[in-house]
């Protein structure tokens, strides 16, 4: 199929989302959709869906005009979606999800024709190598396989253009390798791909050609060929961008996070931190690297007290903390949580109430029971001023910023104070090269003042950016403690992944030397 | 991609250029025009919710009077003069029980005769009256909005601290005004604070959720008031029937103006409101509320305590539906019956929806109410119509303001498509 976008504009109340944007997609090409968070990605690309109706401008398949007024005409179009958020019913197979909505009956009693429907499955995963059960049950699947159950319901429903919505945020890089060899088959079999992403590797190892969005408008459409990395960074940002965090060698102190014999319990009462070791000194960073769900999110809760141990001990600066939320941040503890909308900030409150959301009730922004509106604002607007916040106004609702914008709120409150130790979970997530490299420095800087780090990131560039001592966390234990110098990205995926560290750093070495981009 | 948006403002370093332009009004006069502009918005609904209301109350008026389709058989036209005219007639009387007729006050004022004016006065003196319990129960309602909490109870809130008030009003005897009305409204306060700790602390402690909770306290609170009433001691002496003592004038909320029955109960509901509302947004225990309310884990995540903030709110709560009672022992009936309740509880709901949930906003929709409920008798002497078509109106206010988006596309406003709608409690389902 051959896709064209000719000057599509969307435009939001104050705001316009896209701007005249025109690109084509040819057949059997993987065309990349690059650009910062809030660029209008996501808005173009549900426009194509039918989610949006655009002001201005047309969809043309093979050279017809097209309107979509809902999904159901896009599928209909044969353009076939895979969100990033997956669209699947937990308890329901394989077979049964990629059906729904297509069912195919049998006899006079209009019974599911569940074998048909299966035998097509299997057909379309062998076919794209696309391994999986049919009969599995959807909420036992990995994310990884998950993704792939999305992609075999597009093909089922004969999609030609496949649209995907960010698809690596999820996987570990050996799943993203397998997600580009599916790609590449797809793409073989003449299915058009649209891929969304605002990682640069991702985008020069798999895409033919590039569109870079800024702002709402096409910066410029080019090919992995002519591309690096930081010709797309500065396209995106629309500046150079520094992409190597710059910072000196560790000079670590004494010992601030101990950590021992740690057992945490997830929501399910599942064991989730199994008898975990870490130490954190002043002056360092230490980056936990493991694939989500691993027991991270745990480890940071029971640190920041969010959650209670089941057993061991967890010392802040040789002092056992009573664990409670406000007594570990009295203790000297920033946090800058791993799900900003759900923890971090409360959507509702202006950018000034978020800035103060846990020193509300102690001088200088509280008077008694009274708080200083006057002395919250001051030290609001100076904040935004500090930290680049980009706000109408410290009144404005953080709901309406954008996701850096957002994060960058949070990370002013918990840095702007003297603080031992910062743990960070994910302080990038979603963000756009701008925010990330600021974000970055701000960590950095944080070291550098004497503060022990803690940063627990899936992102692997993050990890080798950031650390001074990489963590590798796999089913609730620090595996390996890698030196930042000898790792790669090979050795540390393959941690992630469960290999045993020998292991490991055999098959990594044996492997052919990589482009070690992000090992900076 | 879940948190992408549309680009909010053009970056500093953005080349004019590349920059999409958004509103280009330079900055403080954008940050008045917002202003304003959220006012206007803010009003808009609740008041086109109100006209629409009427517009559908005027159907309900001529639709009920039977002969009206006779007429309309042989003489349309005459037929729906006169219902205009019905519906002319009914409203009129209505507008007059509600704020006084015009000519009234004319005279009054040119007669001179101070018993005259206050006669004049004494629609809008019943307004007053009718809308003081509706302030306090407005008020309980919002707080619990705002601390995320649906206080269903305010009804049973309202009885319970209304028997303290009243057993305060005639057991303690021989106190100076200024010493015995300060109490009782104090223990008014206390029994429906108390009323709105039971829910509060079974949610804080099981997760019990507070509607549920609520609701089945109202018929507690009820049936323990029933009881209350025919307690030796309690129960007026002499009655069989459920009324308790009569309270001591030294109890009484001391009427505004002598001769009308509009008293200080409602200058206490409007210093209420400025409480409530300075508590919400100038206090740090109001800011833990709304924090818990709006997003209950970044509070917890903020070290604030989840379970203090719903006990306390729920006890505010509680306490402004008990103040509510008192508006009406020791303000109106100076007894305590079974009776003192028309629903003011519910209808206080009504009232934090309308008002979203905003204490200013409380005042005028109580108002409104108010002028519905005491302008019903008089229309209904007037033209016969049945005072219950200010119920009809009350609950299509009350549709129209539950239903934004309907209001909306009756009369097309556009709404930003980024916006989501008002989320007033949460809770449901979960």
């Given amino acids: 199929m051959r896709l064209e976008l000719r000057g599509i504009t969307k435009r939001f109340p104050g705001v316009i989302a896209n701007q005249n944007v025109s690109l084509v997609v040819e057949p059997g090409e993987i065309h990349a959709l690059l650009g910062e968070n809030g660029a209008g990605k996501t808005t173009l690309v549900n426009v194509l869906y039918g989610l949006y109706q655009p002001e201005e401008g047309e969809i043309r398949i093979d050279d017809q005009p097209v309107t979509f007024h809902d999904p159901g005409d896009a599928i209909a179009a044969h353009i076939g979606m895979v969100h990033q958020h997956f669209m699947l019913v937990p308890v329901f197979t394989v077979t049964e999800n990629v059906m729904l909505g297509v069912e195919s009956v049998r006899g006079p009693l209009g019974l599911l024709d569940r074998p048909a429907a299966r035998r097509r499955i299997i057909e379309i995963s062998e076919r794209h190598n696309l391994r999986v059960d049919p009969d599995a049950v959807v909420e036992d699947l990995p994310v990884g396989v998950r993704q792939r159950v999305e992609i075999i319901k597009t093909l089922y429903r004969q999609s030609d253009l496949l649209v995907l919505d960010e698809p690596t945020a999820v996987l570990t890089p050996q799943e993203d390798e397998e997600l580009f060899e599916i790609m590449r088959s797809l793409q073989a079999s003449g299915t058009s791909i649209v891929f969304i992403t605002h990682k640069l590797n991702e985008v020069l190892a798999i895409a033919d050609r590039i569109t870079v969005l800024r702002r709402g408008r096409v910066v410029g459409t080019t090919t992995p060929a002519e591309a690096t990395r930081e010709s797309l960074a500065s396209m995106m940002v629309g500046r150079s961008v520094d992409l190597i965090v710059d910072k000196t060698p560790a000079k670590p102190g004494g010992p601030v996070l101990e950590v021992a014999g740690l057992v945490v319990r997830d929501d399910r009462g599942h064991v989730a931190v199994n008898g975990l070791d870490l130490t954190v000194h002043a002056g360092e960073i230490v980056a936990v690297a493991g694939v989500q769900g691993n027991g991270q999110t745990e480890l940071v809760e029971a640190i920041t007290g969010l959650r209670h141990p089941v057993s061991g001990t967890i010392t802040i600066d040789g002092t056992a903390v009573h664990l409670a939320p406000r007594n570990v941040f009295e203790a000297g503890v920033a946090h800058v949580p791993e799900d900003r909308l759900e923890d971090g900030c409360v959507p509702g409150f202006s950018v000034a109430d978020n800035l103060v959301l846990n020193t509300y009730y102690r001088p200088p922004f509280s008077k008694g029971i009274r708080l200083d509106l006057g002395a919250i604002e001051r030290s609001a607007t100076e904040l935004v001023a500090n930290f680049d916040i980009r706000t109408p106004s410290v009144f404005n609702d953080i709901g309406n910023l954008s996701g850096g914008n957002q994060q960058k709120v949070i990370v002013a409150r918990e840095f702007s104070r003297p603080v031992r130790l910062l743990v960070a979970a994910q302080p990038t997530r979603g963000l756009d090269v701008g925010s990330i490299e600021y974000i970055h420095r701000r960590i950095v800087l944080k070291r550098d003042e004497g503060a022990a780090v803690l940063i627990v990131s899936t992102e692997l560039d993050e990890v080798l950016a950031l650390a001074d001592r990489i963590a590798v966390m796999y089913q609730g234990r620090i595996v390996d403690i890698v030196d930042p110098e000898r790792a790669t990205p090979e050795l540390i995926g393959l941690l992630m992944g469960g290999s045993a560290p020998s292991v490991a750093e055999a098959a990594a070495a044996a492997a052919p030397a990589a482009d070690g981009e992000g090992a900076g | ?430």
């Fill in chain 2, 1 to 430: 991609m879940t948190g992408e948006r549309p680009p909010e403002q053009p970056a500093t370093e953005a080349t004019p250029a590349n920059a999409p332009a958004p509103a280009e009004t330079p900055r403080p006069t954008r940050r008045v025009m917002a202003m304003l502009g959220g006012a206007a918005r803010g009003l808009l609904v609740p008041v086109l919710a109100v006209l629409s209301a009427f517009v559908i109350g005027a159907f309900v008026i001529v639709l009920s009077d039977l002969t009206f389709f006779e007429r309309l058989g042989q003489d349309p036209g005459a037929a729906l003069g006169t219902a205009l005219g019905g519906v002319g007639t009914a409203y009129g009387a209505l507008l007059r029980g509600a704020l006084g007729d015009p000519t009234a006050y004319v005279d009054a004022i040119a007669s001179g005769d101070v018993e005259q004016v206050k006669a004049a006065f004494v629609p809008i003196s019943e307004t007053i009256l009718a809308a003081t319990p509706l302030i306090f129960t407005g008020l309980a309602v919002a707080l619990g909005f705002q601390c995320g909490l649906f206080n269903i109870g305010a009804e049973g809130q309202l009885f319970v601290g209304a028997t303290a008030a009243t057993f305060v009003g005639f057991a303690v005897t021989g106190m100076p005004w200024f010493v015995h009305l300060p109490l009782a409204i104090i223990a008014g306060f206390i029994g429906g604070a108390a009323w709105g700790f039971i829910p509060g602390i079974l949610k804080a402690r099981t997760g019990a959720h507070e509607v549920i909770v609520t609701i089945m306290l109202n018929y507690t609170a009820y049936n323990l008031v029933g009881f209350i009433l025919k307690f030796p001691g309690y129960q007026r002496e002499g009655r069989s029937d459920p009324i308790s003592k009569v309270t001591e004038a030294s109890a009484w909320y001391p009427p505004l103006i002598e001769g009308l029955r509009a008293n200080w109960g409602f200058v206490l509901a409007l210093l209420a409101a400025f409480a409530v509302s300075w508590f919400l947004f100038r206090s740090t225990k109001g800011f833990e509320l709304r924090a818990v309310g709006f997003n209950a884990p970044a509070a917890r995540y903020a070290g604030m305590s989840i379970a203090a903030s719903t006990v306390l709110a729920m006890m505010l709560s509680g306490g402004l539906a008990g103040l509510a009672g008192t508006s009406v022992v020791l303000g109106i009936t100076h007894s305590m019956t079974s009776g003192i309740s028309p629903g003011f509880g519910f209808d206080g709901i009504a009232i934090a929806l309308m008002a979203r949930s905003r204490p200013r906003g409380i005042i005028f929709a109580a108002l409104l109410f108010g002028a519905l409920r005491a302008g019903s008798t008089p229309m209904e002497s007037a033209t016969g119509i049945p005072g219950d078509l200010v119920v009809v109106l009350q609950a299509l206010v009350i549709m129209f303001v539950a239903a934004p988006a309907l209001v909306r596309g009756i009369y097309r406003i556009r709404v930003p498509e980024t916006t989501g709608t008002e989320v007033f409690s949460k809770g449901w389902g979960s």
